[in-house]
């Protein structure tokens, strides 16, 4: 039996010219850290032209979680923008995390919260009783779903993912998590594509770390 490899490079990638992320772990921790640790995650970051489509400049988070310091630096300021952004009195009782980049940061940042962990999914991945939302994005069509009973009636729900470009997947979650009966307290991106107003589409607070790909 034999396995089937190949190698394919479909785009060249670029790191921004800042780039000079530091090896070390982070020692930046307090509230007054968030504009340094901006800063680090915005030269982490990757760019491809091209990609997957023509005309769609890809905005690669990946490099940020090869990176112990890094990883470290982008989820310590997932954290600080939360409690900056919503206050220490509406701390969630639920992160959900979009299929699936949000699942990269979801998880950690429900423990650093004492939270849980909800996903929302694309299609024919839960099990059990499930709610569905069709929506448009970027770059095609998708649909997504969420277990029925995961989120109890009242619980306050924050909603993360990477990058939120025209909205239609962070405005499916929304219109999900409501039918669950979850209070949204908002979304919390890494970057927004904000030439696509994508904010517009969602009816709570939207916070990101950057801004990027303003035209
Ligand atoms: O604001 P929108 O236009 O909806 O686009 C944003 C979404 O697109 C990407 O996910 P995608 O489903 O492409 O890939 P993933 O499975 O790697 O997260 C990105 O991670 C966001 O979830
Ligand atoms: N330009 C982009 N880069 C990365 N992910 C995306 N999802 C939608 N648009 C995107
Ligand atoms: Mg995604």
Redesign the pocket.
Known sequence: MSTATSTTDNSHGSARPESNAPSASSQLTGPEALPELKKRIKAGLKTYPDFPKKG????DILPLFASHSLHTDLIRAYELQVLESFGPDNIPDVIVGLDARGFLIGPTLALRFGAGFVPVRKPGKLPGKIETADFE???GTDTFAIQSDAIKPGQKVLVVDD?I?TGGSASAAGTLIEKSGGKLLGYLFIIE?TFLKGRDKLNAPVYTLLESQAE
């Open positions: 769609i400049l890809f905005e994005k970027e770059y990058l470009a594509l």
